[in-house]
């Protein structure tokens, strides 16, 4: 199980990104993204997108975050552009998370210092500054070997049918409804 913990998420100022965290650790290969601020709005929204694309993947608003890193059994790895190379990194952590679950720790403004302490591995794509959407996706990626890829999703409404050109959405319940009613 990969589960992205999001600190410090402003209702208003954050909206598209923390939505962007979740629809990238989404299609990425996470499970589940546990924001620390409560905002029914984003779980109407990411609800909407798991309804039309599947699932499963759980958001939860409103998660304490001290207690969630603390009692999380796992390895935590907190996503920060002072930690360790992601390339340095990644044969220790991917040791560490055999047969464990994970939790990438992204934040939105300035993290708190102890975060730096709790996580097991403090990991820098890249030393310079750039967006938390970008690193989770960089590490997802590396973390899967790109299996991401190839992950397939349950109960969607919609499916995309890749195209060279123009868009292509096939209507998988409708398709389903009509099937049976044949
Ligand atoms: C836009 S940054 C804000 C950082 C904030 N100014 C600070 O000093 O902590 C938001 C989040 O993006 C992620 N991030 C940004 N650059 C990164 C990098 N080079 N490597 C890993 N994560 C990064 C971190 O999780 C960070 O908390």
């Keep these: 199980m990969i589960v992205v913990m999001r600190l410090g998420h402003r209702r208003l100022r954050d909206a598209r990104v923390t939505t962007h965290v979740c629809l990238t650790a989404r299609a990425f290969g996470a499970d589940a993204v546990w924001v620390d601020t409560p905002d029914s709005e984003l779980e109407k929204a990411i609800a909407g997108v798991v309804d039309r694309f599947g ?3 759980e958001l939860r608003t409103g998660v304490p975050w001290k207690k969630a890193v603390k009692d999380f059994n796992g390895v935590k790895v907190h996503l920060t552009m002072y930690g360790m190379p992601i390339d340095q990194a990644l044969p220790a952590v991917r040791k560490a998370a055999r047969g464990r679950s994970v939790m990438i720790i992204v934040g939105a403004s300035k993290v708190p210092g102890e975060i ?38 349950k109960g969607a409404s919609v499916a995309v049918r890749p195209h060279a050109r123009g868009k292509d959405v096939v209507h998988l319940k409708a398709k389903r409804a009509r099937a049976e009613e044949e």
Excluded: M, Q
């Excluded at 403090?122 to 500054?129: E, F, K, L, R, S």
């Excluded at 960089?138 to 190839?150: E, K, N, P, Q």
């Design 116 to 153: 730096f302490g709790s996580a097991d591995f403090n990991i820098a794509v890249g030393n310079h500054p750039h967006s938390e959407v970008a690193a989770l996706a960089l590490t997802l990626d590396r973390l899967s070997r790109g299996a991401w890829a190839r992950k397939t999703f």
């Design 55 to 57: 699932g499963p993947f």
